[in-house]
């Protein structure tokens, strides 16, 4: 089952790690996914225990920041343990210690607009109406700039007649300005200050002052909106498919079953 996997792979990972405490630093550490593979095996385990209906907490949750937590200390580099503490946090509804892992991460730049998904969701469901403003400010910033740049590299591009790279800077230009994010940046804003205004004038004002943006966001159709801006492949590797026999076509995770369209659920 799945707790002898979980139980496989750090074994595994205690094994060669051996007893000389060896970590990243002197370069003999063993693969960090033993770690990985465990924490995301502990999270199905949890997704698994809600479905039935469980009696329990969320030890497993618990147990999988544990190994994140200690990924952490063996890994100092580790990215993917940073983003997983972000996710479970957030998925325990502790906002204060998902924040503080996501200022781990270290987010610069376009990362604004790539990660930031990580923790909007929580923020908005939690109420941290001050992190929330200063998330959302934070990637407005960036689209301001990224416009500004972009517009001025698109300019030098067709100056210098390098032609054949415009198509390019136009399509990064035109995701930015549908991107999804940034009208729910925009949005939330708003949102924010008119929640933590006291009186019925600055209300008004608050909703006001956005008015012309806001109805333009509101006008746009579903499908005008990108989403492909977030990444969303960062923990895709950690998530195995199940092993395909093809003697085994009776199999619901039969080679033959994934050919049909996918294993039944």
């Keep these: 089952g799945a707790a002898e996997e979980v139980q ?3 074994s595994e990972w205690s094994k060669l790690k051996g007893d000389g405490g060896n970590d990243a630093a002197d370069g003999a550490a063993p693969p960090e996914e033993y770690l990985l593979l465990a924490i995301v095996t502990l999270v199905d385990m949890d997704r698994a225990s809600f479905q039935a209906s469980a009696p329990g907490g969320r030890e497993y949750l618990l147990n999988a920041i544990g190994l994140a ?13 940073k983003v997983l503490l972000v996710l479970l946090h957030g998925a ?23 990660l930031s998904y990580l923790v909007l969701d929580s923020l908005c469901l939690f109420g941290c109406h001050e ?6 400010r934070v990637t407005v910033a960036f689209h301001e700039d990224m416009d500004k740049d972009g517009d001025e590299a698109l300019g030098v591009l067709l100056q210098n007649g390098i032609l054949h790279r415009a198509p390019e800077y136009l399509e990064s230009l035109r995701n930015t300005h549908r991107s999804a994010l940034w009208g729910r940046a925009i949005v939330e804003d708003v949102l924010c200050e008119v929640g933590q205004a006291q009186t019925w004038e600055a209300v008004q004002e608050a909703a006001t002052r956005q008015s012309t943006l806001l109805s333009d966001i509101a006008a746009k159709p579903a499908d005008y909106w990108v989403l492909r801006n977030q990444d ?11 092993r395909c026999s093809p003697r085994a076509q009776a199999s619901d995770h039969s080679a033959l079953a994934w050919r049909r369209g996918g294993a039944a659920v």
């Design 232 to 242: 969303r492949c960062l923990l895709n590797g950690l998530n195995p498919l199940p």
């Design 131 to 136: 992190n929330l403003r200063d998330l959302s």
């Design 92 to 114: 325990l509804g502790l906002p204060h210690a998902m924040l503080k892992w996501y200022t781990a991460l270290d987010i610069k730049n376009v990362q604004h607009e790539t």
């Design 69 to 81: 937590e200690l990924g952490v200390a063996h890994y100092p580099l580790g990215f993917h343990f």
């Design 8 to 10: 496989a792979l750090l």
